[in-house]
């Protein structure tokens, strides 16, 4: 494994560990970002970017670790927040932020217990080789999150490691946090989710079942498969979605569409520039968010539903002439 220069790109190829036991004997020494990284958001992005800068300039590997499931989910599954990214696109996403290798530890009852001072001695140290930690200010780690970075700025002075603690990030004056991605997210605040993840926010997901196998989409319409991931709040967004490899400008409702009775809850995504596709029940789906445009409503009527359908379609087809003409133009970005 090079110790050479290497710039953060867009599809990188990162080792990714599962297990302290699978990590190179002499991967270290190094440096090391600890966390959930739920959303790989910009806060996130700024602490890994230092991370892999320092390593690089000392002549080091740099080394994202996470958890899997989320501790929360281990700890306490009833009162767990949904989560914006599950493990393989929270992989593809911490590739890219520069880190020489990702590992992922199973959290469970025996990782749970271990103390904060024998993660750093036995596993930091003595695996890793660590010479500098980088973390937020609002990190906390070992059995019972008991510890902290004032607790690890100790260790790193007994141990022989730098600790270097990051501020919040802070965008367009709102402080990035998962549980804020979560919060505006859940309101279908897309523009403020989408300054603090750096990127759209998206799904990745399959159809719902039910079209058969090797079946072509003959109808402008998908239904997302039951998503346990974190949804936007209930109405209607302009999307964009993107089936195996073709990418369609779309409208989506997430709700529990309240006009027709008994039908329950659904993600149900209308292609605007729709062209037959294949389709199965595993065909990956991935559904970015861009814009709520309002809230579910319970209509008088299918025909009343049906006016105000053709009005979100053409506000979103001028969402999407308006991004083109941006994108084309330089002046009116």
């Not at 990284?37 to 602490?47: A, L, N, P, S």
């Amino acid at each position: 494994m090079s110790r050479e220069s290497m710039s953060p790109n867009p599809n990188p190829v990162v080792p990714v560990y599962r297990s302290f036991d699978a990590v190179p004997r002499d991967f270290g020494p190094s440096t090391a970002v600890i966390g959930n990284f739920d959303g790989v958001h910009r806060g996130h992005q700024q602490i890994l970017g230092a991370a892999a800068a320092e390593a690089r300039s000392r002549g080091m590997r740099s080394i994202a670790i996470t958890f899997q499931p989320h501790p929360a989910q281990f700890l306490y599954p009833q009162d767990a927040p949904r989560l914006l990214t599950f493990l393989p696109e929270r992989l593809k996403l911490l590739a890219t932020t520069g880190v020489d290798a990702i590992l992922v530890l199973d959290f469970d009852e025996v990782l749970s217990r271990v103390t904060a001072e024998d993660f750093v001695r036995n596993f930091l140290v003595g695996v890793l080789q660590v010479r500098g930690i980088h973390e937020g200010s609002n990190f906390r780690f070992g059995h019972g999150a008991k510890a902290g970075v004032n607790e690890l700025r100790a260790f790193g002075e007994e141990f022989g490691f730098n600790v270097q603690v990051h501020p919040a990030v802070r965008v367009h004056g709102l402080e990035v946090s998962s549980s804020a991605v979560r919060s505006l997210i859940a309101a279908g605040d897309m523009r403020r989710a989408r300054w603090m993840l750096g990127r759209v926010f998206g799904v990745h997901s399959h159809p719902a079942k039910g079209r058969g196998v090797g079946t072509k989409l003959l109808v402008p319409t998908v239904n997302l498969a039951p998503y346990e991931g974190l949804l936007p709040g209930f109405g209607v967004y302009v999307t964009r979605i993107t089936v195996g490899d073709r990418c369609f400008e779309a409208v989506t409702n997430v709700g529990n569409r309240p006009t027709f009775e008994g039908v329950g809850f659904g993600v149900e995504t209308h292609i605007l520039n729709f062209e037959p596709i294949d389709l199965t029940d595993e065909t990956p789906l991935n559904l970015e968010f861009l814009l709520r445009l309002r809230g579910e409503m319970q209509w008088p009527s299918t025909e009343a539903l049906k006016a105000q359908i053709f009005r979100d379609v053409a506000r979103a087809k001028r969402y999407f002439q308006i991004a083109a003409l941006r994108q084309g133009d330089s002046s009116l970005r």
